[in-house]
Nanobody, 127 residues
Framework: QVQLEESGGGLVLAGGSLRLSCTASRGSLSNYGLAWFRQAPGKEREFVATVSWTGVSTDYADSVKGRFTISRDNAKNTVYLQMNSLKPEDTAVYYC????????????????????WGKGTLVTVSS
């Protein structure tokens, strides 16, 4: 059983930066693909970014490419989302999720592929 906890959310001005972290308080993330999703007010949850279990492969939603960077530190059991050049439309609750990789170097951006979810952290970008 893996328990995920996000941190690092907050209020930031448009154009600013935030770094989100997600740590497993129980269990190891080393064999999991990891992903970030977000849900804006009144909208469905959407994929943001994913990283393979090795950390070698990544993928991003078109809306965040070139601005967000996902990375992981397996020694710290943590995945990060560096968010730069933030826009008001990035305002959302951000969730991290883990998917069993079975040691395959694959990426999956589907919600239904995730096995564990955190409770989310709120990011508010003001103009």
């Amino acid at each position: 059983q893996v328990q995920l906890e996000e941190s690092g959310g907050g209020l930031v001005l448009a154009g600013g930066s935030l770094r989100l972290s997600c740590t497993a308080s129980r269990g190891s993330l080393s064999n999991y693909g990891l992903a970030w999703f977000r849900q804006a007010p009144g909208k469905e949850r959407e994929f943001v970014a994913t990283v393979s279990w090795t950390g070698v492969s990544t993928d991003y939603a078109d809306s965040v490419k070139g601005r967000f960077t996902i990375s992981r530190d397996n020694a710290k059991n943590t995945v990060y989302l560096q968010m730069n050049s933030l826009k008001p439309e990035d305002t959302a609750v951000y969730y991290c999720a883990a998917a069993r990789s079975f040691l395959r170097e694959t990426l999956d951006c589907r919600e239904e592929a995730m096995d564990y979810w955190g409770k989310g952290t709120l990011v508010t970008v003001s103009s």
